[in-house]
């Protein structure tokens, strides 16, 4: 299989989608929602026409004050209205809070949901090469960045831009042309600003991300090794392994911050000059007489409207380019192409009698190194074929297309006599059970992990699974009996005991055609030999493919493949293959001998 790329620069072309491309994807999720949308942003513009209102109100309240024949009346309407328009500002800012968390929750959770989903269309080769800590790192900040996005785009930005338009228009209008034209100048070079020096910081946020991926699946990777990791005391290494990549993030993280300072110092500053030129002109204006106290306190109250929230805008534009940044990772998974897929007119397998057939079979994890070569055989419908060789023959591959995880290069697998490319994948694999050679366990209980082969199961029905497997006794001695913890990957069982729940929830599926890749291969000689039993009354029911090392285990078999270099070098039932005297038989009579001595020296027979 091909190494996977990890450089940065590769990941750094496989991730690299523009900001609106982003958005794009985003934006059907949020449509769903669309009255909730429309209603939220009317409830914006509202309050935006509310808050803007408040310094004209305002400026009349003075004015009345300051007139000298009215210097004893209060302009009650006017205070009023004042009260409303901020009651009114703030209510329709709530109100649209409100009516907005719906869709933004629901799209984190629409978007979740089929990030979860596509993984698991992916296929096997994909999910071999994969660094499952970096992924779900990826996941999280992805989800997170869309609730960051939606948060700062429509109760930061919006409102912002909103505002802006709206006090330039009342200036132009009531006031003189300068007042526009020093608010619009120091927009321009904030926000120019402002984009620059974040667009620039956006490259090292990018890089963050990448290094803390990376981190994250060194710690995940040696945590889920900490046997292997204790067996070598390689503790030191992988402290020294992780603190490399830390290190790396932490020089990173080190020139972010300092760029933030630029950003902030920088910004500081092109506000204080803006802020002063219009409080220079309106005071002037005063000083002129063309404008009253009231126009004096209006400007003061605008420029607080306006550069409160501007103040704000950088770490707006920086919270919005970083759930950009979070969110094209996670949406280049939902893209990743799948590399087995239902074809249009796939069919539904449904029968309780499948026969399998490989034809002519050639096949390569990659293109340079073929696996299999012509391989051709047939399972009938109720009938068991065994496929022994050495490691690397190509046993296991056969499961894997049997089960299309792959696709062959030539030739086809099929079931009765359909090419299962013409079949969809989840009647195909509801048709097949396997009990693997190495075992994962969820980490759950063992009840979970049993009825996971059919969750609908009744208790009842999982129980009978169990004692079938041979392991309701041992299930029945732990202190939580059914509720006992198998722990991560199923590590605080032994290899017979995760083999015997694998046994079990595969017989709870109760498949037509049962793969047995090496099954009783971590059991003792008496378990193997009582389980063999019931997997040999099970089969008798089933197509069945064996895989096996041990010959011991498909003596019983209807045919016997023999596997070399990925080819069919001998066929035939037990009694013939050993009446050639070929590989087979040499394969017998070494296993034997090692039996023997095994007896002889009072240790396990290894079959």
């Known amino acids: 299989m091909t190494a996977p790329d990890t450089s940065a620069d590769s990941t750094r072309t496989r991730y690299s989608r523009t900001d609106w491309q982003t958005l794009k994807t985003l934006f059907p999720y949020l449509w769903r929602y669309k009255?909730?949308?429309?209603?939220?942003?009317?409830?914006?513009?509202?309050?935006?026409?509310?808050?803007?209102?408040?310094?004209?109100?305002?400026?009349?309240?003075?004015?009345?004050?300051?007139?000298?024949?009215?210097?004893?009346?209060?302009?009650?309407?006017?205070?009023?209205?004042?009260?409303?328009?901020?009651?009114?500002?703030?209510?329709?800012?709530?109100?649209?809070?409100?009516?907005?968390?719906?869709?933004?929750?629901?799209?984190?959770?629409?978007?979740?949901?089929?990030?979860?989903?596509?993984?698991?269309k992916l296929s096997l080769r994909y999910h071999l090469n994969r660094q499952t800590g970096g992924m779900t790192r990826d996941i999280a900040r992805g989800t997170r960045g869309i609730g960051m996005l939606l948060s700062f785009m429509l109760f930061a930005i919006l409102p912002i831009i909103l505002e802006i338009t709206f006090i330039t228009i009342i200036l132009v209008t009531l006031y003189d042309w300068r007042f526009a034209v020093v608010t619009f100048a120091t927009i321009v070079v904030y926000t120019a600003f402002t984009v620059t020096v974040t667009e620039w910081r956006t490259r090292t946020l990018r890089r963050m991300n990448e290094l803390d991926s990376q981190a994250n699946t060194r710690?995940?990777?040696?945590?889920?090794?900490?046997?292997?990791?204790?067996?070598?005391?390689?503790?030191?290494?992988?402290?020294?392994?992780?603190?490399?990549?830390?290190?790396?993030?932490?020089?990173?993280?080190?020139?972010?911050?300092?760029?933030?300072?630029?950003?902030?110092?920088?910004?500081s500053a092109i506000i204080a000059f803006g802020v002063t030129g219009l409080v220079w002109l309106a005071a002037d204006g005063v000083a002129r007489g063309s404008m009253t106290l009231g126009d004096l306190v209006a400007v003061n109250a605008f420029l607080i409207q306006l550069y409160s929230p501007l103040n704000s805008l950088g770490v707006a534009y920086r919270e919005i380019k970083q759930a950009l940044t979070d969110m094209e990772r996670m949406f280049s998974l939902i893209r990743e192409d799948a590399e087995i897929k239902d074809r249009p007119e796939a069919q539904v397998l449904d029968t309780r009698q499948a026969s399998v057939r490989f034809e002519h079979v050639d096949f390569g994890y990659d293109p340079e190194r073929q696996i299999l070569h012509d391989v051709d055989f047939t399972i009938p419908a109720g009938r068991t074929v065994a496929v022994v060789g050495s490691s690397g023959a190509g046993k296991s591959t056969l499961s894997r297309l049997l089960f299309r995880f792959y696709e062959a290069g030539r030739g086809s697998v099929r079931i009765n006599d359909t090419d299962v490319r013409d079949l969809t994948q989840e009647s195909l694999r509801a048709h097949i059970g396997i009990v693997p050679q190495d075992t994962v366990l969820f980490n759950d209980t063992i009840y979970y992990n049993i009825a996971y082969g059919r969750p609908t199961a009744r208790y009842e029905e999982v129980v009978a699974a169990a004692r079938a497997a041979h392991?309701?006794?041992?299930?029945?001695?732990?202190?939580?009996?059914?509720?006992?913890?198998?722990?991560?990957?199923?590590?605080?069982?032994?290899?017979?005991?995760?083999?015997?729940?694998?046994?079990?929830?595969?017989?709870?599926?109760?498949?037509?055609?049962?793969?047995?890749?090496?099954?009783?291969?971590?059991?003792?000689?008496?378990?193997?030999?009582?389980?063999?039993?019931?997997?040999?009354?099970?089969?008798?029911?089933?197509?069945?493919?064996?895989?096996?090392?041990?010959?011991?285990?498909?003596?019983d078999a209807d045919e016997i493949l023999v596997m070399e270099h990925g080819r069919i070098i001998e066929r035939g039932t037990h009694r013939e293959l050993l009446a050639e005297d070929g590989i087979y038989a040499r394969m017998w009579q070494l296993q034997q001998s090692e039996r023997e001595k095994g007896v002889a020296a009072g240790g396990s027979a290894p079959g």
């Open 35 to 120: 009255a909730r949308v429309i209603i939220a942003l009317a409830c914006l513009v509202l309050a935006k026409l509310a808050t803007v209102a408040i310094p004209l109100v305002l400026k009349d309240v003075v004015d009345h004050l300051a007139a000298p024949a009215t210097v004893l009346a209060v302009p009650l309407a006017l205070i009023v209205a004042y009260g409303l328009l901020r009651l009114a500002s703030t209510a329709l800012g709530e109100l649209r809070d409100a009516v907005f968390a719906k869709v933004a929750q629901g799209a984190i959770r629409q978007v979740a949901l089929e990030t979860f989903n596509h993984l698991h």
């Open 471 to 555: 392991i309701l006794e041992f299930i029945e001695r732990q202190p939580r009996k059914w509720e006992t913890t198998v722990g991560e990957r199923g590590l605080k069982l032994s290899g017979g005991e995760k083999q015997r729940v694998a046994i079990a929830r595969t017989l709870l599926k109760n498949p037509p055609i049962l793969i047995l890749d090496e099954a009783t291969s971590a059991l003792d000689s008496r378990t193997e030999k009582a389980i063999q039993a019931e997997l040999a009354a099970i089969a008798a029911e089933r197509t069945t493919l064996i895989v096996a090392h041990r010959l011991s285990t498909v003596v």
């Open 219 to 267: 710690a995940v990777d040696s945590l889920l090794n900490y046997e292997t990791v204790k067996y070598f005391s390689n503790e030191r290494f992988e402290a020294t392994r992780y603190d490399a990549a830390l290190g790396e993030w932490e020089g990173t993280a080190i020139r972010n911050e300092q760029a933030l300072g630029l950003l902030n110092s920088g910004q």
